[in-house]
């Protein structure tokens, strides 16, 4: 495994550090194994300072077979009612991207577009968007993350029991939670998630019920991403 910074923007001249590298053996019959490398004085990812990693395995007596994850270093967390990134007060200035696509109606593939389309929320000031009920594509993501703009995705669902949104609860569960799974073992390394939200509106008032299944779906986020902040839900008029 090799592990190497990557200077924020591709500015080759940033103090980059020496690359990381180790190795480790896996057992006959086994599907998997650990390896733990450290970075020392690592450079911390933040909006201002978007500064990634990449981690490659490599595989094979030859080392031909090889794959690559990108990824980036922080510490966020609260005290009280504020939120501390890397140390330091993180102020946000948000904006809700809902889903919009009205040249392609379908979210693109292409990086450079999602580029192009964060950069102008930059250069607005914007920090932080809001993912309504819904997580982006992996190049929107992997854009956010290169660019430096914080991203609360939701988990696209409509949970009331009964309703036109779910007739049976009971089946859907089990979507929602392969799906919940699923989405933070796909994005738990990009830097640029600042939480994990449940759903929409789910604020336990008149016509507004609590999400059914927070309890256990809080559980489930930790285990595979212990560090990142979940909410229960996001979004109200």
């Not at 930059?122 to 809001?130: E, M, P, Q, S, T």
């Not at 949970?159 to 007739?167: E, F, L, R």
């Not at 008149?206 to 779906?217: A, D, I, L």
């Amino acid at each position: 495994v090799l592990l190497e910074h990557d200077p924020p923007g591709g500015n080759a001249n940033a103090t980059s550090g020496m690359p990381v590298s180790g190795s480790v053996v896996i057992a006959a019959g086994a599907h998997s194994a650990q390896l733990k490398l450290g970075v020392t004085s690592p450079q911390l990812w933040s909006p201002d300072t978007p500064a990634l990693y990449t981690a490659t395995a490599s595989s094979g007596r030859d080392f031909t077979r090889s794959t690559s994850v990108t990824f980036g270093i922080k510490h966020l967390t609260t005290s009280g009612s504020a939120l501390l990134l890397n140390g330091a007060a993180l102020y946000i200035h948000g904006v809700g991207d809902d889903y919009t696509y009205m040249e392609t109606e379908a979210p693109p593939l292409d990086m450079g577009l999602y580029r192009e389309r964060l950069l102008t929320f930059k250069r607005f000031g914007f920090n932080f968007i809001r993912l309504h009920s819904h997580f982006e594509a992996s190049e929107y993501m992997a854009a956010a993350a290169e660019i430096g703009i914080l991203l609360s995705p939701a988990l696209p669902m409509g949970a009331k029991n009964g309703s036109a949104h779910c007739a049976r609860l009971d089946l859907a569960e089990g979507i929602y939670r392969r799906t919940w799974e699923s989405l933070i073992l796909k994005y738990r390394n990009n830097p640029c998630l600042m939480d994990y939200s449940m759903g929409n509106e789910y604020y336990g008032m008149p016509g507004r019920p609590s999400f059914p299944f927070r309890e256990s779906f809080y559980d489930i986020a930790k285990r595979l991403d212990p560090h990142r902040l979940v909410i229960d839900t996001d979004g109200c008029c």
